[in-house]
């Protein structure tokens, strides 16, 4: 499986929406979908860069604490 695929399921599998994962992530819906897609410019077929999947998956990974936690994370 392609990581743009495991990200788009990691999300659904968390009943968030591509808005709500913005809201915690601070990536916007566009990027969101864009990275979803597994091409930053579709026409070109420009992919992304394992730099961009690493920063992400951190996102992610944070977003994930945060639900298990219970609580936003804060300073």
Same mark, same amino acid.
């Given at each position: 499986m392609k990581?743009?695929? +495991?990200a788009k399921?990691?999300?659904e599998r968390r009943n968030l929406t591509r808005e709500q994962l913005s809201d915690l992530t601070g990536y916007s819906v566009i990027a969101i979908r864009k990275l979803e897609s597994?091409?930053?410019?579709?026409a070109a077929g420009e +992919?992304?860069?394992e730099w961009v999947w690493?920063?992400?998956?951190?996102a992610c990974a944070g977003v994930e604490a945060q639900l298990k936690a219970g609580r936003k994370f804060e300073w």
């Amino acid at each position: 499986m392609k990581p743009h695929e +495991k990200a788009k399921i990691w999300r659904e599998r968390r009943n968030l929406t591509r808005e709500q994962l913005s809201d915690l992530t601070g990536y916007s819906v566009i990027a969101i979908r864009k990275l979803e897609s597994g091409f930053r410019r579709r026409a070109a077929g420009e +992919k992304h860069s394992e730099w961009v999947w690493h920063r992400y998956q951190m996102a992610c990974a944070g977003v994930e604490a945060q639900l298990k936690a219970g609580r936003k994370f804060e300073w």
